[in-house]
């Protein structure tokens, strides 16, 4: 990942982290807790690709993971959250900029999905039984509505910081279109200038030799006049 990217990764999920821990998790809403991390990760999944939607979910999961008061097992959401990321990143469009509106708002509902159901999956296999306790059933119908409430205020904002932050012009691709396009304009100046130069080349050689014909022809009527 470049630079931009590392860096615009990291305070989103920072933010969104310490809003998890110290507003969403003690909201003691009924069944699951609104997933801001996810939602990060869909929205930078969408712009960065499968690869980097990846990598920005693993290290959000990792960082979740170790962040108090983490109850669960090192590397369990760093897993979830890679796996959601890659595949968040499968439905990037090719041209990088979504058609519809509705397009994050499926992703986000499958996410949030997908999220739980790994989740407790993987927690079915290290000996963690709280969703059998809790309902699997609850927990993805609560998950899925407090991700919708929270994605339309987020999830459009975040990918509108990350592609204004691949157009920056201070990083590298930004320069090299910076530059390529002062040298297109350099060139269609030049091409300018150098058509200017041969118009005016060209009137004044129009007007050189109809100077030379209009004396010509005076020459000619005085020696005629004068025979």
Request: hydrophobic share 50%; proline share 4%; glycine share 14%.
């Amino acid at each position: 990942m470049r630079l931009n990217r590392i860096l615009l990764s990291t305070a989103l999920v920072v933010v969104a982290l310490v809003l998890q821990v110290s507003v969403f998790a003690r909201l003691h809403l009924p069944g699951a807790v609104p997933d801001l991390l996810l939602l990060v990760v869909v929205a930078l999944g969408l712009v960065y690709g499968h690869t980097g939607g990846a990598l920005v979910g693993f290290g959000a999961g990792l960082l979740a993971d170790l962040a108090p008061p983490a109850d669960h097992a090192t590397g369990r959401y760093a897993l979830v959250l890679c796996v959601v990321g890659y595949l968040v990143g499968l439905a990037r469009p090719e041209t990088g900029r979504l058609r519809s509106a509705t397009v994050p708002l499926l992703v986000v509902l499958g996410a949030a999905v997908v999220s739980t159901l790994l989740y407790a999956g993987v927690g079915a296999l290290v000996g963690d039984t709280a969703a059998r306790h809790v309902g699997l059933t609850g927990l993805l119908l609560t998950a899925a509505l407090y991700d919708l409430l929270l994605a339309p205020f987020t999830v459009p904002l975040i990918m509108a910081l990350a592609r204004r932050a691949e157009n920056d012009p201070l990083t590298a691709e930004g320069a090299t279109a910076v530059a390529a396009g002062e040298g297109a304009y350099g060139r269609v100046s030049g091409l300018g200038g150098r058509g200017r130069g041969k118009g005016l080349g060209g009137l004044q050689v129009r007007r050189t030799r109809l100077s030379r014909g209009t004396r010509g022809t005076r020459s000619k009527w005085k020696g005629g006049k004068h025979l």
